[in-house]
């Protein structure tokens, strides 16, 4: 029998691309409201890990479980339902406002001739405000700044009301005050809805801090998983990063720097 509190499940799962393994019979869950942060040197698969969580990239092996289902098994609607994705990469080639561009979030619960209804419009303008943006809504993307676009596309996948949330670097372009606004947000919905987040992060520190749980890659598949106080010390992440790190620690909270 399924266990409705989890909400993400990875099941002996392979996955690589080009040749390259990021990992290799991997085994994880995520409950309602816990975090998970990925960390990892460039090339480490990350990207790649976290398409495949989504149904975007097919694994070598294994399962990937959506609320207790196979993603594979699930219709692109429902899936969208269920998950969202955050790529890396954003851009319309054709102009649009930002409202219009918020709300196609609200797509997969729409009909194939439906339009957006007033209660579609008000969960859109509630992620651009969560976001800051609610006083852009009328301005063409194509008039927005790269740190703006990135909130864009966060409000759009807030709008899209997943369960789960899978993130691929959300901080970057951001600057340090809406990368703290960002972390907070999601910590918060995870907290508040229920919901389970995946985030690709380069900060150690801003891992441990904001997430109950960590993935660390260190190439050619081998991953280690655990809670993030138990796993986040300055050896492993020397060894994740090829670099000496030490921890320090200042009003309760840690962070990690080169040597």
Known sequence: MNDKNI??????LAVAIGGHQAC???GFTLRAGERLAILGRNGAGKSTLLSALAGLHAPLSGQVLIAGDDIASLAPREAARRRGWLG?????????????SVLTGRHPYLGRWDWEGAGDLAIARAALKSV????LEKRSTHQLSGGEWQRVAIATLLTQSPRVYLLDE??????????????????TKAKSENVATV?????PGLALRYCD?????????????GASADILDAPRL???????LQRLDADGRATFVPL
Request: some cysteine; hydrophobic content about 45%; overall charge negative.
């Open 213 to 225: 749980r960590a993935l660390l890659m260190f190439g050619e598949g081998r991953c280690e998983f």
């Open 7 to 12: 909400l993400l499940e990875a099941r002996q």
């Open 170 to 187: 959300p901080l970057a372009h951001l600057d340090l005050n809406h990368q703290i606004a960002v972390l907070e947000l999601f910590s």
């Open 88 to 100: 890396q990469h954003h851009g319309d080639p054709f102009a649009a406002s930002v409202l219009d």
């Open 24 to 26: 290799n019979e991997l």
């Open 238 to 244: 020397s060894a994740l990063y090829g670099h000496p």
């Open 199 to 203: 985030m690709v992060l380069h900060d």
């Open 132 to 135: 800051g943006l609610d006083h």
